[in-house]
């Protein structure tokens, strides 16, 4: 008796049966009547029980690669299409071929060719990278440009998922040799690749529009994809519920490269205004084309698929998600040093940016004038007691919001011809025209206190106010110059500081009295 069962050779992951005794006949009768969907072999276990059968009859010769003459004699069984010299078989209830693009689409899991697994372990790992990258850059700019990212590269994952067939094996209910199987959820498993491709190229889209600002400066080329992403919209659902695959893909990849020429002819028309963004979204863009060159021509002109050339279309994608990351960090980059160009020249002109009041430079701008003028004046240096716990507990956001708030209430409480300025952090001066009596202050002090312990509302919510403390100093009673007013007035707030007891303000001609 011959043996039957063939070891794996050459990398080949088949299982090819060979009816040459009873008990592999057996097997592949016990194979056949076994319910199989669209590109399905016979199924593992099958294969198995035939394997074992043929190990217990004591099989002694392995077989070659070629079909066993009882082949053609054997009911229910018939030789399928095959890659290379790889022999399988499929039900004789299914007399239609499978079509070579089916199993770019909806391969199976042990048969989607000899492919190394590390790369599509590479890519998976590189796009939920990329995925969670772009989800704390939503949490910590809240911009609608890095959801539109992060959204890219998860159907992107989504979408290779299915296309190499891990996703499918994962989900027990979608392979439809499980008896029993829910028919929804098979449906599902079948056509979620190709609507997470679709998505994936609306996504990529949307971002290339936030990115590039189009709406400012291509209104146009705006209006285009705009239009383009409601063609996106019919193809989903035409991915949703069509069951021809080849035509999906065609569907799919020409939305991929219309998608891609918008993109690039927004690149091109605002090269100028924003060169780096710009620059690598084209080299994103050529990197993908190069990528899924080879993949349109087998399908368009019905050429025969080859495996590997899922590798490039995969990597090509996952390289255009890295280009448009970098491209993210150019943008953030670029926006920061305008921030802190604007930042400059609002100071240059004596005003703080994040609370509008007098910036430091303006207050010793000020100050100056006053003292070559010869005016009396009353210095408030204020300090906000607290302030890091506000920032630890509500986040630099509601540090910002509290900041504001109390240079506007201080703006509130002083006359017009006086001055708020913010020194920096949390410390804030106040110049008084002239020098009110010690009662004066005092009453100007306590209800700047009271202004500035009320809640402040950020972001749907109240936070607790800011407990001030005071320092005064006056010119020409406690200094000649600015710096010695300055350091009066610095003194007596240390002072009030160290008190446990006792008023919220101090008088620096007190400490000398």
């Not at 060979?18 to 097997?27: A, E, I």
């Not at 069509?242 to 091109?268: M, N, P, Y």
């Not at 899924?292 to 255009?320: C, G, H, K, Y």
Request: glycine share 8%.
């Amino acid at each position: 008796m011959l043996r039957c069962v063939r070891a794996s050779i050459e990398g080949c992951r088949w299982c090819p049966l060979c009816l040459c005794c009873p008990s592999c006949r057996r097997g592949a009768a016990a194979a056949a009547p076994l319910p199989v969907g669209f590109g399905s072999r016979v199924s593992f276990i099958a294969r198995l029980q035939c394997g074992m059968a043929a190990t217990m009859h004591g099989a002694q010769r392995a077989t070659r690669r070629r079909a066993s003459p009882l082949l053609a004699s054997k009911p229910g069984i018939e030789r399928a299409p095959s890659f290379g010299d790889t022999i399988r078989y499929q039900p004789a209830t299914r007399t239609t071929p499978r079509p070579p693009h089916a199993f770019f689409l909806f391969p199976s899991l042990p048969f989607h060719g000899p492919r190394p697994p590390m790369i599509d372990g590479a890519s998976y790992g590189l796009l939920a990278g990329l995925m969670v990258c772009g989800l704390v850059l939503l949490l910590v700019f809240g911009t609608a440009v890095h959801g539109w990212y992060a959204l890219a590269c998860a159907c992107a994952l989504a979408a290779f998922a299915g296309l190499n067939g891990f996703a499918q094996n994962a989900l027990p209910s979608s392979s439809p040799a499980v008896p029993g199987a829910s028919s929804a959820l098979t449906a599902l498993a079948a056509h979620w690749p190709a609507v997470a491709l679709v998505l994936w190229t609306a996504c990529r889209l949307q971002f290339g529009r936030q990115l590039l600002r189009l709406k400012d400066f291509a209104p146009r080329l705006d209006r285009i994809a705009q239009a383009t992403l409601v063609v996106f919209a019919i193809a989903t659902l035409y991915a949703a519920i069509e069951t021809e695959r080849l035509w999906t893909l065609r569907v799919v990849q020409a939305l991929v490269v219309a998608s891609t020429v918008v993109l690039a002819a927004g690149a091109v028309t605002v090269l100028r205004r924003l060169p780096w963004p710009a620059t690598l979204l084209l080299a994103g863009a050529a990197l993908l084309l190069a990528g899924i060159s080879a993949t349109p021509m087998s399908i368009w002109l019905d050429a025969a698929w080859v495996p590997r050339r899922i590798n490039f279309a995969q990597a090509a994608v996952v390289a255009e998600l890295v280009v448009f990351i970098a491209a993210i960090g150019v943008r953030l980059r670029t926006e920061r040093a305008l921030e802190v160009r604007t930042q400059q020249k609002v100071e240059d002109l004596g005003t703080d940016a994040l609370t509008g009041a007098t910036s430091r430079a303006g207050f010793e701008s000020r100050g100056r004038d006053w003292l070559r003028e010869g005016r009396p004046f009353s210095l408030m240096l204020a300090d906000l007691n607290g302030f890091r716990r506000v920032n630890e507990r509500h986040g630099r956001a509601g540090g910002d919001a509290v900041l504001a708030a109390m240079a506007r209430r201080l703006r509130q409480q002083v006359r017009a011809d006086d001055m708020v300025a913010r020194l920096g952090g949390d410390e804030f001066a106040i110049l008084l025209v002239g020098t009110p009596a010690r009662q004066k202050l005092a009453e100007m002090a306590i209800r700047m206190l009271t202004a500035a312990a009320r809640p402040v509302e950020h972001d749907g919510r109240l936070l607790a106010g800011g407990e001030l403390n005071f320092g005064i100093a006056s010119h020409p009673v406690d200094g000649e110059t600015l710096e010695n007013i300055m350091q009066a007035a610095e003194r007596a707030l240390r002072h009030c500081e160290q008190q446990r007891m006792g008023p919220a303000y101090a008088f620096a001609g007190e400490l000398h009295e």
